[in-house]
C-alpha cells in the first residue's frame, strides 16, 4: 500500500460533502463522484460556504480556505478514481448500490488502493464478499458533522486484511481523528450501545414513569449527558433514529434488546420529526 | 427554608455496606450539624430518618428494613434505595409501609444536580417534604417519578453498561475503543465501562437483576460477563478491579 495523496469519495451527500471538506482540510486531493452533476455542485457550494465560515470565525486562515477549495474536484464519471490510493464510499444505505460500486471500483482502482465504506448499517462482508480482493475493503465509518465528530469506526469485514485497518487507523489520526476499530457487528459499537439511551426512554415515557421533560432533565441533571434522549432524538430527526433502531433490530435476528416502539412509528406516520419539522418531542419555533 | 433549618439538627441514619452507603455518610456529615449514624443499630431508636441502600441482595434488604423497623418508631422516615426493586415491594415488607420513600441513584451522585425519588403505592405523600429538604441540605434536587425499578437515569445507564458488555463478550471491540466510541461518537460525559468503574458494578447489576425479575421479558437479561465480573468481585467503585483488569488478564498468555 503506497502513500495516501488522492482520495476518491462516492456521494455527494450530507456525510460525503462532509468527508470531502475533512480530506482536502487536511491537504489530500479529493475528487467527489455521484451520478448527478447538479448535486456535485451543490455539494461543492456548500463545502465553499462552510470553509467560508471558518474563515470568519479565524479557525482558518484565508489562504488555507484557497488551497483546500484547489484540491477539490468534482465528477461524474468513477474512470477518474483510477490514480485514487483511498475511496470512500458514501452512496445510499442500499446494499445493491454499493455492491455493484464496489465491483466497478475493483475494475478501475489499483490493486493497493484501498476501498472503504461510511456506511453505518450495512455489513463490511456483505458489501465486499462477491469481490476478487475484498481483502483491501473496510469500514471506515464517520459521524456527523464529519469534519467535527472526533470519532471514526474503521471496521474490519470478515475477510479484511489487518494491515488495511491499520492503515486507516493511522490515516485517521494523522488527522487528529480518534479511531476506533471494531468487527463487522450490526450497529459496530456507538448504534449498537447507544440503542438503549433511545429505547430505554421511550419505553420508560410510554409506561408513565415519567415525561419526556422529565426524562431529559434527569439523565442531564442526574447523568451528566450533555443531551436528552428525547431532544437528541428530535435533533437526529425520529424517521432517522427509528430506521437506525430497525436495522439493528433486524441484523440481530429480532433480538428483543433492539426492539423499536410502536411509539416512534406513530411519531413518523404523523410526520412529527423532529428539528427538522419544526416539532417533535417538543416544540420549536420556525 | 424552616425546613431546611429543622433538618440541619437531625439525627439521620444510614444502614448500608456499600459505595452508596458511604457516600452518603461522607457527604451529611459534611452538610448537617446533627449526628449521623452509620450501620449503628444500637443508637437507630434516636433516629429521625433512617436511609437504607442495600442493592446487590434482596433477602439482605428486606430483612435490614423489617430490622430497622422492629427498632424506630412506627412514623420514622425510612428512604430506602431502589435500584433492584420497586418502592411498593419494599413497602410490602412493612407494618408501617406509608413512612418508606425509594430513591434511586448510584454512589456518583454527589457529583451530580439531581437525584430521582417515588412513592411506593401505600405512601403518605407528606414523608416526601422530609425527603426533599434532606437532599436540598446535600445541594440536591429531587425529580418526583412514578415507582418502577431504577427509575430513570440509574435504569437507562444501566442497560446502555449491559449492552456494552454483550458487546465486548462477543469481540466486537475492546473496553477502550468502546469507551472512546461512545464519548467521541455520541458525547457521552464517561464510556460505559469507565461508568462501571466509577459507580460499582454490583449495583448496575442489580438494577438489571431487578428489571429481569420485575417484568419477566428477555429485554432485561443481565449480560452473563457481568454476572461473573460480581461473582469475581471485580466491581469497581473501591476496587481497583473491573472491566479494564478482565481484559488485561485476557491479554496475558497462559498456554504454552
Given at each position: 500500500?503506497?502513500?495516501?495523496?488522492?482520495?476518491?469519495?462516492?456521494?455527494?451527500?450530507?456525510?460525503?460533502?462532509?468527508?470531502?471538506?475533512?480530506?482536502?482540510?487536511?491537504?489530500?486531493?479529493?475528487?467527489?463522484?455521484?451520478?448527478?452533476?447538479?448535486?456535485?455542485?451543490?455539494?461543492?457550494?456548500?463545502?465553499?460556504?462552510?470553509?467560508?465560515?471558518?474563515?470568519?470565525?479565524?479557525?482558518?486562515?484565508?489562504?488555507?480556505?484557497?488551497?483546500?477549495?484547489?484540491?477539490?474536484?468534482?465528477?461524474?464519471?468513477?474512470?477518474?478514481?483510477?490514480?485514487?490510493?483511498?475511496?470512500?464510499?458514501?452512496?445510499?444505505?442500499?446494499?445493491?448500490?454499493?455492491?455493484?460500486?464496489?465491483?466497478?471500483?475493483?475494475?478501475?482502482?489499483?490493486?493497493?488502493?484501498?476501498?472503504?465504506?461510511?456506511?453505518?448499517?450495512?455489513?463490511?462482508?456483505?458489501?465486499?464478499?462477491?469481490?476478487?480482493?475484498?481483502?483491501?475493503?473496510?469500514?471506515?465509518?464517520?459521524?456527523?458533522?464529519?469534519?467535527?465528530?472526533?470519532?471514526?469506526?474503521?471496521?474490519?469485514?470478515?475477510?479484511?486484511?489487518?494491515?488495511?485497518?491499520?492503515?486507516?487507523?493511522?490515516?485517521?489520526?494523522?488527522?487528529?481523528?480518534?479511531?476506533?476499530?471494531?468487527?463487522?457487528?450490526?450497529?459496530?459499537?456507538?448504534?449498537?450501545?447507544?440503542?438503549?439511551?433511545?429505547?430505554?426512554?421511550?419505553?420508560?415515557?410510554?409506561?408513565?414513569?415519567?415525561?419526556?421533560?422529565?426524562?431529559?432533565r434527569i439523565m442531564k441533571r442526574a447523568g451528566k449527558f450533555k443531551?436528552g434522549?428525547?431532544?437528541?432524538?428530535?435533533?437526529?430527526?425520529?424517521?432517522?433514529?427509528?430506521?437506525?433502531?430497525?436495522?439493528?433490530?433486524?441484523?440481530?435476528?429480532?433480538?428483543?434488546?433492539?426492539?423499536?416502539?410502536?411509539?416512534?412509528?406513530?411519531?413518523?406516520?404523523?410526520?412529527?420529526?423532529?428539528?427538522?419539522?419544526?416539532?417533535?418531542?417538543?416544540?420549536?419555533?420556525? | 427554608?424552616?425546613?431546611?433549618?429543622?433538618?440541619?439538627?437531625?439525627?439521620?441514619?444510614?444502614?448500608?455496606?456499600n459505595l452508596l452507603a458511604k457516600n452518603l455518610v461522607e457527604d451529611l456529615k459534611k452538610n448537617?450539624?446533627?449526628?449521623?449514624?452509620?450501620?449503628?443499630?444500637?443508637?437507630?431508636?434516636?433516629?429521625?430518618?433512617?436511609?437504607?441502600t442495600?442493592?446487590?441482595?434482596?433477602?439482605?434488604?428486606?430483612?435490614?428494613?423489617?430490622?430497622?423497623?422492629?427498632?424506630?418508631?412506627?412514623?420514622?422516615?425510612?428512604?430506602?434505595s431502589?435500584l433492584?426493586?420497586?418502592?411498593?415491594?419494599?413497602?410490602?415488607?412493612?407494618?408501617?409501609?406509608?413512612?418508606?420513600?425509594?430513591f434511586a441513584a448510584f454512589a456518583d451522585f454527589h457529583d451530580n444536580e439531581l437525584v430521582e425519588v417515588?412513592?411506593?403505592?401505600?405512601?403518605?405523600?407528606?414523608?416526601?417534604?422530609?425527603?426533599?429538604?434532606m437532599f436540598r441540605l446535600l445541594d440536591l434536587e429531587t425529580e418526583?417519578?412514578?415507582?418502577?425499578?431504577?427509575l430513570v437515569f440509574p435504569?437507562i445507564l444501566s442497560?446502555i453498561i449491559?449492552?456494552?458488555?454483550?458487546?465486548?463478550?462477543?469481540?466486537?471491540?475492546?473496553?477502550?475503543?468502546?469507551d472512546?466510541?461512545m464519548k467521541?461518537?455520541?458525547n457521552y460525559p464517561l464510556g460505559p465501562f469507565e461508568w462501571c468503574e466509577k459507580i460499582g458494578l454490583?449495583d448496575v447489576?442489580?438494577?438489571?437483576?431487578?428489571?429481569?425479575?420485575?417484568?419477566?421479558?428477555?429485554?432485561?437479561?443481565?449480560?452473563?460477563?457481568?454476572?461473573?465480573?460480581?461473582?469475581?468481585?471485580?466491581?469497581g467503585g473501591e476496587?481497583?478491579?473491573c472491566?479494564?483488569?478482565?481484559?488485561?488478564?485476557?491479554?496475558?498468555?497462559?498456554?504454552?
Open positions: 500500500m503506497g502513500q495516501i495523496k488522492q482520495i476518491g469519495v462516492i456521494g455527494s451527500g450530507t456525510m460525503g460533502a462532509g468527508i470531502a471538506q475533512l480530506m482536502i482540510q487536511n491537504g489530500y486531493r479529493t475528487i467527489i463522484y455521484d451520478i448527478h452533476h447538479d448535486l456535485l455542485k451543490k455539494a461543492k457550494v456548500t463545502i465553499e460556504a462552510k470553509l467560508n465560515r471558518l474563515v470568519e470565525k479565524k479557525k482558518i486562515t484565508n489562504e488555507e480556505k484557497t488551497s483546500a477549495i484547489d484540491l477539490l474536484d468534482i465528477t461524474t464519471d468513477l474512470q477518474d478514481f483510477k490514480n485514487c490510493q483511498l475511496v470512500i464510499e458514501a452512496a445510499p444505505e442500499k446494499i445493491e448500490i454499493k455492491r455493484s460500486l464496489f465491483k466497478e471500483l475493483e475494475e478501475i482502482c489499483s490493486q493497493d488502493a484501498i476501498l472503504a465504506t461510511n456506511t453505518s448499517s450495512l455489513s463490511i462482508t456483505e458489501i465486499s464478499g462477491h469481490l476478487s480482493h475484498p481483502e483491501r475493503v473496510v469500514g471506515f465509518h464517520f459521524f456527523n458533522p464529519a469534519p467535527l465528530m472526533p470519532l471514526v469506526e474503521v471496521i474490519q469485514g470478515l475477510k479484511t486484511e489487518p494491515e488495511t485497518v491499520e492503515t486507516l487507523v493511522d490515516f485517521a489520526k494523522g488527522m487528529n481523528k480518534t479511531p476506533v476499530t471494531c468487527k463487522d457487528t450490526p450497529g459496530f459499537i456507538v448504534n449498537r450501545v447507544a440503542r438503549p439511551f433511545y429505547n430505554e426512554a421511550i419505553r420508560i415515557m410510554n409506561d408513565q414513569v415519567a415525561d419526556v421533560e422529565q426524562i431529559d443531551m434522549p428525547f431532544e437528541l432524538q428530535d435533533l437526529i430527526g425520529i424517521d432517522v433514529n427509528l430506521a437506525t433502531t430497525k436495522s439493528v433490530h433486524a441484523s440481530f435476528y429480532g433480538e428483543t434488546r433492539f426492539r423499536p416502539h410502536f411509539y416512534q412509528e406513530r411519531m413518523v406516520q404523523a410526520g412529527t420529526l423532529g428539528r427538522k419539522s419544526n416539532g417533535g418531542y417538543f416544540h420549536y419555533d420556525e | 427554608m424552616e425546613d431546611t433549618f429543622i433538618m440541619m439538627n437531625k439525627t439521620i441514619a444510614v444502614i448500608g455496606e448537617t450539624k446533627g449526628d449521623i449514624l452509620f450501620n449503628e443499630f444500637s443508637l437507630l431508636e434516636h433516629a429521625d430518618i433512617v436511609i437504607e442495600t442493592n446487590l441482595h434482596v433477602q439482605e434488604k428486606k430483612r435490614k428494613l423489617q430490622e430497622i423497623e422492629s427498632i424506630v418508631s412506627s412514623n420514622t422516615c425510612l428512604l430506602t431502589i433492584q426493586v420497586s418502592a411498593t415491594e419494599a413497602a410490602s415488607w412493612l407494618h408501617h409501609p406509608e413512612r418508606l420513600v425509594g417515588a412513592l411506593p403505592l401505600q405512601a403518605e405523600p407528606h414523608f416526601l417534604q422530609i425527603v426533599n429538604s418526583v417519578v412514578e415507582d418502577e425499578v431504577g435504569r442497560l449491559n449492552e456494552a458488555a454483550f458487546a465486548l463478550t462477543e469481540g466486537t471491540a475492546s473496553v477502550h475503543d468502546i472512546q466510541a467521541k461518537g455520541t454490583d447489576y442489580a438494577v438489571l437483576q431487578g428489571l429481569y425479575k420485575q417484568f419477566g421479558e428477555e429485554r432485561y437479561r443481565p449480560a452473563p460477563l457481568i454476572k461473573k465480573l460480581v461473582y469475581a468481585g471485580w466491581i476496587k481497583d478491579k472491566f479494564y483488569h478482565y481484559q488485561n488478564r485476557n491479554l496475558k498468555e497462559f498456554s504454552l
